[in-house]
């Protein structure tokens, strides 16, 4: 058996003189068994303990080996089983492993979104460095409950307040997940803090690995919902201002007013304020963006107070010829200059005031192309 093992055998006298050695160990050792027989085993043997040794080979590099000594009866005399097995491949395994290890987390790191490993239990066993950085500017600056051995589980369980109305609905998927119930987890929902609002999207994905778990993301997409808000309120007004544009048509027909020239020219598919006059688009949206700072201000109080400044800006965009379309460009210009860091109270404020500034707008505009002037 000693002659077709892979670790390297040694059976040494009770003076430590060698006196069989196996194939395995001439070659860990890089001498032949004529040159280890009845030669002095030349370090300490120690009983029921596990050893690493250094083996210096005939090229000067350094071996890495365990030794196990048991003793044993050779020859009807007492002796010692000294074994050898070489630990390279180990070391190139566990090296191999700490490569992929910190290159995963390298990554991870590099990642923006919010991440964390979880085991079966909701055992948070790696987060990334996004993860840790959000944990400590909101709350847990010890990463107490969100790092490293909390578990997650028992987070969302005693969740409270009107930020944690999703917890359950979480803690349900990342159980229906890890069951297999569900190939993943997907939820939107707000995490709004004093000063800004912020959405974010958890997503939870099986760990397909030796050992059950998951992999909890949470990615910022607060720009994403502004943005689809303002669309939506975009989408919306603009087909309030082309019902006023359609009104507006009809009563040209019907009139034949000469100043519907203009007007026909402003409905054109390749006319723009924005391409044809640039300067003058500039000053629309600077104009509207202070009408839409002071009925902001004025808001609450009830009686507008920017009445003449609105039917100047209308004068004005009526003498360019402008159109719906160039009343929803500067609109939404405008809301965008205005809403970028503000808090989602003001936000909301800025969506509703510019909603009504804008048809406000369209309406002194049919009154200008139908009369050649404002009331």
């Not at 860990?28 to 050893?51: Q, W």
């Not at 048991?70 to 007492?78: F, L, N, V």
């Not at 790191?109 to 987060?127: F, K, T, Y």
């Not at 007007?263 to 202070?290: N, T």
Request: net charge negative.
């Amino acid at each position: 058996m000693a002659n077709t093992s892979t670790d390297g055998m040694l059976v040494v006298d009770s003076d430590g003189r060698v006196c069989l050695a196996n194939p395995a160990v001439e070659a860990l050792l890089s001498r032949g068994g004529h040159d280890l027989v009845g030669r002095i085993f030349g370090l300490p043997i120690m009983l029921g303990e596990v050893a690493e040794i250094s083996l210096l080979q005939p090229d000067g590099r350094l071996l890495s080996a365990e030794m196990r000594t048991t003793p044993i009866m050779w020859r009807d005399t007492p002796g010692y089983l000294i074994v050898l097995r070489d630990l390279t491949e180990r070391r190139r395994i566990q090296e191999a492993l700490r490569d992929a290890e910190g290159f995963s987390r390298a990554i991870l790191n590099s990642l923006s979104h919010h991440i964390a490993v979880l085991d079966e239990r909701g055992i948070i066993v790696l987060v990334n460095d996004a993860w840790r950085q959000f944990a400590a500017e909101n709350g847990d600056p010890q990463l107490l409950a969100t790092g490293v051995g909390a578990n997650y589980f028992d987070v969302c369980a005693m969740s409270t307040g009107s930020d944690s109305e999703e917890a359950p609905d979480v803690l349900d998927g990342m159980r229906r997940v890890l069951s297999g119930d569900l190939p993943f987890f997907e939820l939107e929902y707000p995490c709004h803090s004093p000063e800004e609002e912020r959405w974010f999207h958890l997503r939870v994905v099986p760990l397909h690995s030796q050992r059950r778990g998951m992999v909890i993301s949470h990615t910022n997409i607060t720009v994403q919902r502004q943005h689809a808000r303002v669309a939506a309120e975009a989408e919306a007004l603009r087909e309030q201002l082309q019902a006023r544009e359609r009104e507006l048509q009809t009563l040209m027909a019907i009139s034949g007013v000469e100043r519907a020239r203009p007007v026909l020219l402003a409905q054109r598919a390749e006319y723009s304020l924005r391409a044809s006059s640039p300067s003058h688009f500039r000053d629309g949206v600077s104009r509207y963006g202070d009408l839409l700072d002071a009925a902001v201000k004025e808001r609450g109080f009830g009686v507008p107070d920017n009445e003449s400044s609105v039917r100047l800006l209308a004068t004005q965009l009526g003498d360019l010829h402008a159109a719906a379309r160039d009343v929803v460009e500067i609109h939404l210009s405008a809301l965008r200059s205005r809403s970028a860091g503000v808090t989602p109270d003001r936000q909301q404020a800025y969506l509703e005031e510019g909603r009504m500034l804008a048809l406000q707008i369209m309406g002194y505009l049919v009154a200008y192309y139908r009369d050649g002037t404002l009331p």
